[in-house]
Every structure is written in C-alpha cells, then in structure tokens.
C-alpha cells in the first residue's frame, strides 16, 4: 500500500511560481512511474507531467517549457516545479503513483489547490 501526500498548493499571481510536493509512503517509491495530474472546475482531469521509475519525464504541452518535474527516491518525494503561471494553471493538481516494476498497483492522493490569479 501506497500513501500520497500532496502539498505546496496556494494563490499565486499570474507570472509567479510554485512548488508542489508529493510525499509517498511505503519502501518501494523507486519502482513507480509517478505523475501530476490537474483537475479545473467543471472539467476532466488532466495530464500533467510524469517521471518513469527511470527518470524519463514526460510533459504535456500546455505545460512544457513551464514545469518541471522531478523525484528524489531518498525522501520519497516527486516534485513540480511550476514557472510563469496562468490563470489556467488553476486547478486542483493530484499526484499518482503507478507501480512499474514487480506488480501493477496504481494510487492517487488527494490533491492540493493551485489557484493562479490575473
């Protein structure tokens, strides 16, 4: 079992950065695929970012250029990095946690609010 912690959500002016945070339980943080995923009101959730279990990262496009994601399987924790932010960056952003090496368990914590103002 597999734990997520998500954190470092808050309001931010348009232009500005944040930090998110996700702390993962559990002995096994280095054989997950991790990702951020976002969700804005009254829409779908949404790709993000991911990092493999092998450090290959994965952007979408609205995105890329902006964020940057990273992991340090020392502390458990994945980390986004988000530069010049957008009034459509607001959401509520959810960190996942899918098993890829030695079974096929997938998690989700319960996400922390990015709410970017004009």
């Known amino acids: 079992q597999v734990q997520l912690v998500e954190s470092g959500g808050g309001l931010v002016q348009a232009g500005g950065s944040l930090t998110l945070s996700c702390a993962a339980s559990?002995?096994?943080?280095?054989?997950?695929?991790m990702g951020w995923f976002r969700q804005a009101p009254g829409k779908e959730r949404e790709f993000v970012a991911a990092i493999s279990w092998s450090t290959y990262t994965y952007y979408a496009d609205s995105v890329k250029g902006r964020f940057t994601i990273s992991r340090d399987n020392l502390k458990n924790t994945m980390y986004l990095q988000m530069n010049s932010l957008k009034p459509e960056d607001t959401a509520v952003y959810y960190c996942?946690?899918?098993?890829?090496?030695?079974?096929?368990?997938?998690?989700w914590g319960k996400g922390t609010l990015v709410t970017v103002s004009s």
């Open positions: 996942n946690a899918d098993q890829a090496v030695g079974g096929n368990m997938n998690y």
């Open positions: 559990g002995r096994t943080f280095s054989s997950y695929d």
